[in-house]
């Protein structure tokens, strides 16, 4: 969690330094799209070698943005909500709107990411199954726990 934590913290900075950079050229609801999908690149690999310590593959690079999508529908309509009903400033609220998607993001990523099945369980070796390039049971490195 504390990993996750941190992963998250250098996410939200890249993502908010993206939409400052965009703001000035283009609607606030596109410059927080753009952001978010630069930011949730980088977050992508911050997470499989990071966070959960799996590898990264093209399977889960494509599932990753598609989980996220709630992600997105959050943090977008907490930043239309607070900018457009609450009157926040536009500068700020796509911070505070992020800060609220946070749960989502960490349970989604964590289904996507971490490899399910008895070979996944915290503490199980790659040894407990078939292995090689591609199996499942060779993604997982040490467990996070550890």
């Given at each position: 969690m504390i990993r996750f934590g941190l992963v998250g913290?250098?996410?939200t900075g890249t993502f908010f330094?993206?939409?400052?950079l965009l703001h000035p050229w283009m609607p606030y609801l596109a410059a927080?799209?753009?952001?978010?999908?630069l930011s949730m690149i980088g977050s992508f690999f911050l997470n499989t070698y990071f966070t959960y310590r799996t590898r990264p593959t093209w399977k889960k690079f494509a599932l990753f943005p598609l989980a996220?999508?709630?992600?997105?529908?959050?943090q977008s309509t907490g930043l239309f909500v607070l900018v457009t009903l609450a009157g926040m400033n536009e500068r700020i609220a796509p911070l505070v709107a992020a800060v609220v998607a946070i749960p989502f993001t960490y349970l989604i990523s964590q289904r996507i990411l971490v490899p399910r099945g008895n070979d996944a369980a915290p503490g199980a070796s790659a040894a407990s199954?078939?292995?090689g390039p591609g199996s499942e049971t060779d993604e997982?490195?040490?467990?996070?726990?550890?």
């Open positions: 913290g250098i996410n330094g993206f939409y400052l927080n799209s753009i952001a978010f999908v996220n999508l709630t992600n997105f529908v959050v199954g078939p292995s997982r490195q040490p467990s996070r726990l550890a």
